[in-house]
T-cell receptor, first 115, second 116 residues
């Protein structure tokens, strides 16, 4: 079974609009972390935002926020006021703390921002 | 501060040759991870070290792959002999603590390996 599922292979958004990238996860570990990374066409992996399973509030980092719905096991990334430079692949990842340090990645969503 | 450093950035080699990828983690980080990215399999962990000790190598594809971390500031991933199916981008990442921590993994720029 997939541990991390990103159901949107590709998405388009108009510049300056908000966009939500979906991520659902599957774990029985009560202690876990959820991460989002951005991979532009240049190839590097850029950390965006983190949400811990015990965090009471949704994480926010500038224009990025994480819509964490624990009961539904979803951790959607919201990008507000999209910019052309946001065009990239976005990966959701999970770390199960009882399983050690490794990250399990989803297949990614390719976001294209239209001018 | 310098991020994770990987070398070479690009490597083209012929099947059967030995390939060595190198990584310098962020200073002060005590966990180091090697990931591989392919179109077919996405991003997958190969091996990770905590305080220079290999903790989980279950992702290493086969005996042709080996990884070492002789000290806190250097790690290598070696493929011998290389095969065309090893062609991929290999990422090194580091974090401050591996177990029971929120510490984020920071990735290097990757090494794009092509095996002809």
């Amino acid at each position: 079974a997939q541990k991390i599922t990103q159901t949107q292979p590709g998405m388009f958004v108009q510049e300056k609009e908000a966009v939500t990238l979906d991520c659902t996860y599957d774990t029985s570990d009560p202690s876990y972390g959820l991460f989002w990374y951005k991979q532009p066409s240049s190839g590097e992996m850029i950390f965006l935002i983190y949400q811990g399973s015990y965090d009471q509030q949704n994480a926010t980092e500038g224009r990025y926020s994480l819509n964490f719905q624990k009961a539904r096991k979803s951790a959607n990334l919201v990008i507000s006021a999209s910019q052309l430079g946001d065009s990239a692949m976005y990966f959701c990842a999970m770390r199960e703390y009882n399983q050690g340090g490794k990250l399990i990645f989803g297949q990614g969503t390719e976001l294209s921002v239209k001018p | 501060d310098a991020g994770v450093i990987q070398s070479p950035r690009h490597e083209v080699t012929e099947m059967g040759q030995e390939v060595t990828l190198r990584c310098k983690p962020i200073s002060g980080h005590n966990s180091l991870f090697w990931y591989r990215q392919t179109m077919m399999r996405g991003l997958e962990l190969l091996i990770y070290f905590n305080n220079n000790v290999p903790i989980d190598d279950s992702g290493m594809p086969e005996d042709r792959f080996s990884a070492k971390m002789p000290n806190a500031s250097f790690s290598t991933l070696k493929i011998q002999p290389s095969e065309p199916r090893d062609s991929a981008v290999y990422f090194c990442a580091s974090s401050k603590v591996a177990a029971r921590s929120t510490d984020t993994q920071y990735f290097g720029p990757g090494t794009r390996l092509t095996v002809l």
